[in-house]
């Protein structure tokens, strides 16, 4: 969680990095001579530095930093430094600078947690477990493919991060208070010294948008929200079936010496409920959102900023650790799942399969006849391995007057788990073949997401250092 503290000291020093573009800018554009331009950096690194009043409101941070500013500035010098901005601007500037960095986090997580997934599904192409629609099995599949519906909805909602971060790499800065001012500056050169990849086309919409602060909290959200659903699935799994999972003891609350045997899952637990928590601050960020006024935000983006500030960093450690829970502290056991993977006749949908394509039966009299044998099977308590010839003989004489007499041998190469998922060789099915198909693709997507972002970053740094230099240079000829 964000502090007040934390939170107003980001703040600060973002309102001194956009102040220092904005200086550097009116030097280079001829409208702020050496002397004065070197005079007010320097004031603004030693402000930086100093202690932020106790205020939240970016608007009145960017007024008192101003103020101290001035204290040690030429008064000529101050006012041209208020050339072609205002405090509102500088506020929503900083807002934006502060929550980019946050999104940058956020999207390395989640691909950390991607490329977590999908390694751990590469170990288990050959895992089997049974699929439930609610409490009813439905069909066998193996973890690799079960995964793999985690994988894809973090793909989708990496991809709304994304657009919610080009969004936040837009800077409000030159937009004043929200017409721009009489004498503007290069609002792209501004935009080039902090990282930004462009200005804000509108000046009003750069001070009075709030869709960013809820994108960007919606997609801190969906990210989460295939983690939450898989935790909840495996917490079920330690429920049910506790020798289905084993836990590595740090993951497990201390012991306690009244309850021995009680060491519940408690960091899972916990990333489970901080997994919530993401959720449920998204919907403060679009409640706040909804009731900002037409019009520039003023004081009310800054509930929006912090609100949409704590729900991606909120996401980013829910990825931290579940990104740790499933790279090693988590081990399933395989043999324990495959021994369940065919309970409950879940592989007996597949005996009409074998009767058209063995006994070159019609369609609809081999579904009737394997809607009757899983029925006597149901009834008599039956999994799938203990359907015989028996059973379907005595079928085939109600629906088609005669016995088959099929041979055991080759109705277990279409009831037994593992050769019912064999079978299964459709793009995005979990035969081992497709599965792994699958997985190459989603980590070349995951390589790609990681170039971007690499190329981010380094565009965002390389801004930092060239207006620190650009600065220092300011400073050095006019000393």
């Not at 072609?84 to 947690?113: K, M, P, S, Y």
């Not at 690799?144 to 519906?149: F, G, I, K, Q, Y």
């Not at 099915?429 to 693709?441: C, H, K, S, T």
Request: net charge negative; charged share 20%; with cysteine.
């Amino acid at each position: 969680m964000i502090g007040v503290d934390a939170w107003r000291r980001d703040l600060w020093l973002a309102i001194g990095t956009a102040l220092t573009a904005h200086v550097v800018v009116l030097q280079q554009s001829g409208l702020l001579d050496d002397t004065c331009a070197a005079s007010i950096l320097g004031a603004i690194e030693a402000t930086s530095q100093g202690e932020p009043p106790a205020t939240e409101s970016a608007t009145a941070l960017a007024a008192i930093f101003e103020q101290r500013v001035d204290t040690v500035t030429p008064a000529a010098c101050a006012a041209l430094s208020r050339i072609g901005r205002g405090n509102l601007d500088v506020a929503a500037t900083a807002h934006h600078l502060i929550l980019r960095q946050h999104a940058l986090a956020l999207l390395e997580a989640a691909l950390l947690v991607r490329l977590t997934l999908i390694e751990l599904a590469g170990a288990h192409v050959f895992t089997l477990l049974p699929v439930y629609i609610g409490a009813s099995p439905l069909q066998p599949s193996n973890l690799a493919h079960v995964l793999t519906s985690t994988v894809a909805p973090l793909r989708r909602a990496t991809a709304r991060l994304q657009l919610a971060l080009t969004d936040l790499d837009q800077v409000a800065l030159g937009s004043g208070s929200l017409a721009g001012a009489a004498q503007p500056v290069d609002r792209d050169a501004l935009a080039s010294l902090l990282g930004a990849e462009v200005a804000t086309e509108s000046t009003i919409d750069a001070l009075s948008s709030v869709d960013e602060f809820v994108a960007a909290s919606q997609a801190a959200a969906a990210i989460v929200h295939p983690l939450e659903r898989l935790m909840v699935e495996l917490l079920t799994l330690v429920r049910q079936e506790p020798q289905a999972l084993t836990l590595d003891d740090a993951l497990l609350a201390p012991a306690d010496g009244s309850l021995p045997h009680f060491r519940p899952p408690q960091v899972l637990e916990r990333c489970l409920n901080d997994a919530r928590g993401v959720v449920q601050q998204a919907m403060v960020t679009e409640r706040a959102a909804s009731a900002v006024p037409f019009g520039p935000r003023g004081e009310a983006g800054d509930a929006l900023a912090q609100s949409s500030a704590r729900a991606m960093q909120e996401a980013t450690r829910v990825c931290q650790t579940f990104a740790m829970l499933v790279s090693g502290p988590l081990d399933f056991n395989r043999a324990w799942l495959a021994r369940n993977a065919g309970r409950s006749l879940m592989t007996a949908g597949d005996l009409a399969a074998f009767l058209v394509a063995e006994e070159g039966l019609p369609l609809v009299a081999a579904r009737d006849i394997a809607a009757l044998v899983t029925e006597r099977a149901r009834d008599e308590g039956l999994e799938a391995s203990a359907i015989t010839p028996g059973l379907i003989d005595a079928a085939a004489m109600l629906v088609i007057g005669r016995e088959l007499g099929v041979e055991i041998e080759r109705l277990g190469a279409y009831l037994a788990p593992r050769r019912f998922i064999e079978k299964r060789t459709v793009q995005g099915g979990p035969a081992p073949v497709a599965v792994r198909e699958l997985l190459d693709i989603e980590s070349q997507r995951v390589a790609r997401d990681q170039l971007e972002l690499e190329a981010r970053q380094r565009r965002i740094e390389d801004a930092r250092q060239h207006l620190g230099t650009l600065s220092h240079e300011i400073v050095s000829l006019a000393s």
